[in-house]
Structure formats: structure tokens, C-alpha cells
């Protein structure tokens, strides 16, 4: 398999429980990168990882925790979600951090009842 | 602060005619410049970008957009519309004193009419 992966494609999950996102890269990338992406809005960058340490957190709420084991694997844990945050997830990756160009997977379309 | 407008959330043409899908952007410093495009349910493709050099760029799929840095644009253009053109566009920004990181725009949604 090619590119960057993501899943699973759709999750739907209750306020209280607890779930993981997955995203694996295929291209050898040291850089990777986790975006909300809510209807109307312009996509917003919440983490990113290089060389499988964090280098940003966009504010985001502590319910989103994530976790970068090696260069080629990105997860969102997820745990006390509200509604509010029922959006398409996606992962991203890029050569280097601070490299001009990234690279997209599919997406998890996230639902909080 | 950068900041990215794409202006209509929805844009509709007819099979054949010209698409032209708009983009603004406020940024200090020259920036880097992108059209992505994004198929239902899938994720974001890079259409094309703008980093140095030649102002006209050509993308995937009959694309291309011009930089034009006194209007800080950076509109994208099809001669001829495809109903596979149907998708969502996203226009971004980015600076190298800001590490690269992805300014965005809101995006448009492409209709084609046949």
C-alpha cells in the first residue's frame, strides 16, 4: 500500500467513550501531522510530529491526546468527546518538518452522539 | 497574521465552460502558495503550488493558477470544465518564517452542470 493511510474511514462514538484514530505513511516521511476539518471552516492544524516528537499543539483540548510511536505511525486518542467536535479528521505527512509540500490520507469521518 | 480568502463557498458552471475559482491571501513577505482539491470523501490532493520562479503555474488535470503579487492573488483556472472536475477547492499559504506551517482557506465547492 501507498501514501498515507488512515483508519478507521468512520467512527461514531458516545461522549464517554474512548477510541483511536490511526494513520500510517508509506513514503519514508519524517514529519506528520493531525487537522480538524469542520464543515464551513478552513482546515485547522492541531499536532504535529517530527522525527516522532511533538513540535506543536494548536491549543488543542487535552480530550485529544496524541501519540507518534515511530516515524511512520501517527494515532489520535480521543476520550470525553462532545458533539462539537464530530468532524472529518486528517492525517498528513511531509519529508521533513518545514518542508513546502504534505501529503494527505482519506480521512476518519468522526460523529460524538 | 496570514490569512486566506477564497471568495464563494460554492461556485457553478456548465460542462465545457471556463472555471475560475478565487483566491486572496494577506501575507508580509512573499509566500508559498497551493491549490488543493479534495473528492468526495477523500482526502486533500495537491493540485498545485507556487514556490519560486515562473508566476504561472500548471497543475494535475488541466489546472493552473497565476501569482500575481500586487493583487495578492493566486486565482485557479481551467479552460474547459469535466464533470470529474466536480470537488471541493482549497486554497493555502505558507512562510518559511513560520516553518511552512498551512495557512487555509475556507474552500469552494465546485459545480459542474451538464
Known amino acids: 500500500e501507498t501514501g498515507v493511510t488512515q483508519t478507521p474511514r468512520h467512527l461514531v462514538m458516545g461522549m464517554t467513550n474512548k477510541k483511536s484514530l490511526k494513520c500510517e505513511q508509506h513514503l519514508g516521511h519524517n514529519a506528520m501531522y493531525w487537522y480538524k476539518q469542520s464543515a464551513k471552516k478552513p482546515l485547522e492544524l492541531m499536532f504535529v510530529?517530527?522525527?516522532?516528537?511533538?513540535?506543536e499543539n494548536n491549543s488543542v483540548p487535552s480530550r485529544f491526546s496524541p501519540e507518534c510511536p515511530n516515524s511512520s505511525h501517527l494515532f489520535l486518542h480521543l476520550h470525553t468527546l462532545q458533539p462539537e467536535d464530530s468532524a472529518l479528521y486528517l492525517c498528513?505527512?511531509?519529508?521533513?518538518?518545514?518542508?513546502?509540500?504534505?501529503?494527505f490520507g482519506p480521512g476518519t469521518r468522526l460523529t460524538v452522539l | 497574521a496570514q490569512s486566506v480568502t477564497q471568495l464563494g463557498s460554492h461556485v457553478s458552471v456548465s460542462e465545457g465552460a471556463l472555471v475560475l475559482l478565487r483566491c486572496n491571501y494577506s501575507?508580509?513577505?512573499?509566500?508559498?502558495l497551493f491549490w488543493y482539491v479534495q473528492y468526495p470523501n477523500q482526502g486533500l490532493q495537491l493540485l498545485l503550488k507556487y514556490t519560486t520562479g515562473a508566476t504561472l503555474v500548471k497543475g494535475i488535470n488541466g489546472f493552473e493558477a497565476e501569482f500575481k503579487k500586487s493583487e495578492t492573488s493566486f486565482h485557479l483556472t481551467k479552460p474547459s470544465a469535466h464533470m470529474s472536475d466536480a470537488a471541493e477547492y482549497f486554497c493555502a499559504v505558507s512562510e518559511e518564517s513560520r516553518n511552512y506551517q498551512l495557512i487555509w482557506g475556507a474552500g469552494t465547492k465546485l459545480i459542474i452542470k451538464p
Open positions: 498528513a505527512s511531509s519529508p521533513q518538518q518545514g518542508t513546502v509540500t504534505q501529503y
Open positions: 510530529y517530527s522525527l516522532e516528537e511533538r513540535v
Open positions: 501575507s508580509s513577505v512573499p509566500p508559498y
